[in-house]
């Protein structure tokens, strides 16, 4: 059985977390405390964490870093509304994935479910996986992108990086966390090859690509694709 531990001061936002995760099939943990978590964490085998930032005594990211510095289970952090530093700060300490409050119970499951299906690496289905978003459609199997349906070239890195974007899309995802993923860890190259990039994926996939509606800059902090929705 997957088990989950759930890192959550808040009482009611801890029982509906452990209500609606057991509902799914997981056996899951809820402690409200920063140090338990560490603790239970070091003693048991736990598939995933959801943990809350804002906790008293030993903050969330106290925790991450220190869950970090004995294990990669995935770990979702969850943050208030706004507190965009602080996404940023759990990806780099290497979070797997964020919701914000209020989140719904659907969104947080399905990125709990992307997580322990991309960490299982199992071989994907036969169906090919498909990001779609505003003009852009991207097979990332048949490694093809079109653009309001038609199939336009796009370089490895360019393809990858727009993969990343839409992969989370309508969502910020921090400029360390892309030059890493997708030039590698740690990055030491020149950051700016990240805005070259940019510019060329504006270039084929924006109407006008010197006000961007899709590839946008979210200032001084990384790059999101916009939400259609
Ligand atoms: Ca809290």
Do not use: C
Request: net charge negative.
């Amino acid at each position: 059985m997957t088990s989950i531990l759930v890192v959550e001061d808040e009482e009611t936002l801890a029982e509906s977390l452990r209500y609606n995760l057991a509902r799914e099939g997981y056996e899951v943990t809820v402690v409200a405390d920063g140090r338990l978590a560490v603790e239970y964490h070091r003693r048991r085998a736990i598939d995933l964490v959801v943990l809350d930032l804002m906790l008293p005594g030993l903050g969330g990211l106290d925790v991450l870093r220190q869950i970090r510095s004995s294990s990669d289970v995935p770990v979702v952090v969850v943050t208030a509304k706004d507190a965009e530093a602080d996404v940023v700060a759990g990806l780099e300490l290497g979070a797997d994935d964020y919701v914000t409050k209020p989140f719904s119970m659907r969104e947080l499951i399905s990125r709990i479910r992307g997580i322990l299906r991309r960490a299982s690496r199992v071989p994907r289905s036969v169906d090919s996986l498909v990001f779609e978003g505003g003009p852009v459609s991207l097979d990332v199997d048949r490694h093809e992108v079109r653009i309001d349906g038609e199939l336009v070239d796009f370089r490895p890195k360019e393809f990858e990086l727009l993969e990343a974007l839409l992969a989370r899309k309508g969502r910020l995802v921090p400029r360390q966390i892309l030059l890493e993923e997708i030039w590698g860890v740690p990055f030491f190259g020149d950051p700016k090859t990240l805005d070259v990039h940019i510019r060329r994926l504006r270039e084929k996939v924006e109407q006008t690509p010197r006000s961007p509606e899709w590839i946008v800059t979210v200032r001084g902090l990384g790059y999101k694709f916009a939400d259609d929705r």
